[in-house]
């Protein structure tokens, strides 16, 4: 340590830099690496071998933000999911109904806020890759705000020595100087962790918080932007864009080329200090000595609507996005358009159940910090407060055809039972799937189950039940005897 302080100090001057980083009056170990020597952190600020370097870090996290802002191409790169994902709304939901009323409670909450501020949230980690949310909790009655820590500020992030991929603690700058560690909230108690990382954790005292990042490695610790590799392309897309506008600019640029022929130097002088370019509409006026022509320049450019057409399809395919959806409809019939979509859809749909997880595990700490508010915390794991993220169909479903195809099902699967080559709980397994496709869910067993209990019940209030006969009573056709089988008996008069 000693030769290693020493050098800081003719580099930095005055006081030792030293490895460990002080926050809050505790020396917390931030910046460990499973494969470093205990104690030393690298001088750029200890990212992983599977991170990008603090510097190219934050330059991301700076263009991302630049070309958003700028770049009409980037935006869409970012807005098209963000509008698929929340365009209709999303929202928790909990059996309980008084746990429902502590989701609601912390859903509009005047600094959460989240049926305004969840575009943001979910427009921010696509942009920077990484979120941290510092989380306050009311001691009294467990009501729970959320914070936010620019990305931007994020100095490195700490993770448990003994299993790289669980980020512990999030290492943050402070605004006026020094640092601030907050702890990363997971769903169970510290024994989760092992040894080394609960003494860490221990020394973390600016709080909790809740710590995503995305396009990230298992082993890695930051996050990256959904715009990375983007960038440079929609960038060259753009250069190419107003390239294309300077020369229809410059092709529009003509000049008037007079001929004044016989004349001398002095004259072409001094008519070319009195001559004006004609207005339009104008009258013009000249004997055969002088000779007026319009000049335009001749680029000899190749049109470069194909090239175009490739940056952008090279920026659009690397984020799985039609090139229709861009306004280039092209041949593109409605067929081709729902087939080519699918992709995307899937691509989407990864990203909502990652949005889904998030505000679970947020609504989870929600609900258990209420329960043990009031002295019940055994029942964080109850399903009926177990909560769920509702979130809309990414896109209308085509029921019609669906719905043919249930028909067809239900015919086929009805015939397969009858003829004793399906089972009848195969074969609603197989009506829930398509139903499914119309958006409605249903548990093939509970169904079957109360459908064997429906027909049950209505068989025995369809059974026929004889009327009681009499023993008195007296038919008014009375048989004779002798009548053979089928043989009708002819009414007798009344005496």
Excluded at 450 to 455: F, I, S
Excluded at 462 to 476: G, K, L
Excluded at 487 to 492: G, K, W
């Amino acid at each position: 340590m000693g030769l290693l302080n020493g050098a800081l100090k003719l580099l930095f001057g005055g006081k030792s830099q030293t490895v460990m980083v002080e926050a809050d009056g505790a020396v917390e170990a931030a910046g460990v690496d499973v494969d470093a020597e205990p104690g030393w952190h690298r001088l750029s600020g200890g990212s992983s071998k599977r991170d990008l370097s603090p510097l190219s870090q934050t330059r991301m996290q700076e263009l991302a933000a630049h070309v958003w802002e700028s770049n009409r191409l980037a935006n869409r790169l970012i807005e098209l999911p963000v509008a698929f994902l929340l365009g209709e709304g999303v929202r928790l939901e909990v059996d309980d109904e008084e746990a429902q009323g502590w989701l609601d409670d912390f859903w509009n909450d005047p600094i959460n806020r989240l049926d305004l501020n969840m575009e943001k949230h979910v427009r921010e980690l696509a942009l920077f890759g990484e979120q941290c949310w510092p989380v306050f909790v009311n001691e009294v009655n467990g009501h729970v705000r959320l914070g936010k820590v620019d990305p931007a500020a994020i100095d490195r992030v700490v993770t448990d020595p003994d299993n790289a991929g669980m980020a512990i603690g999030v290492v943050v700058r402070k605004p006026g100087g020094g640092r601030k560690v907050y702890r990363v909230i997971y769903p169970g108690e510290e024994d989760i962790f092992g040894e080394g990382a609960r003494r860490m954790r221990a020394r973390m005292m600016a709080g909790d918080c809740f710590f995503w990042r995305i396009n990230d490695l298992s082993t890695g610790r930051r996050g990256r932007s959904d715009l990375l590799s983007a960038i440079d392309i929609v960038d060259a897309h753009e250069q190419l864009i107003f390239g294309e506008v300077e020369r229809a600019v410059a092709l529009r640029q003509v000049i008037w080329d007079v001929t004044i022929k016989g004349a001398t130097p002095e004259e072409v002088t001094e008519r070319a200090r009195t001559i004006e370019p004609p207005s339009p509409l104008s009258v013009r006026v000249h004997n055969e000595n002088e000779e007026w022509n319009v000049l335009s320049p001749n680029l000899a450019a190749a049109d470069a609507t194909e090239t175009l057409r490739t940056t952008r399809n090279y920026a659009l395919g690397g984020a799985t996005i039609p090139s229709f959806w861009m306004a280039d409809g092209g041949d593109v019939n409605l067929a081709t358009a729902s087939s080519m979509g699918e992709p995307t859809y899937k691509v989407f749909s990864q990203r909502q159940r990652l949005w889904k997880a998030i505000l679970q595990d947020v609504a989870r700490f929600v609900i258990r910090n209420r329960l043990t508010a009031i002295g019940m915390p055994e029942l964080a794991n109850d399903p009926d407060y177990l909560p769920r993220a509702v979130f809309p169909e990414l896109t209308a479903r085509d029921v019609t055809k669906y719905a043919a195809a249930l028909q067809q099902v239900v015919v086929s699967v009805s015939q397969a039972v009858q003829a004793n080559v399906m089972s009848r709980e195969t074969a609603v397994r197989l009506i829930a799937m398509v139903a499914g496709l119309l958006g409605l869910e249903v548990d093939a067993t509970e169904e079957l189950d109360t459908a064997t209990k429906e027909a049950a019940r209505r068989a025995e209030n369809d059974v026929f039940r004889d009327p009681p006969s009499s023993a008195f009573s007296i038919s008014p056709y009375p048989s004779r005897d002798g009548l053979e089988p089928g043989e009708d008996a002819e009414p007798r008069e009344a005496a």
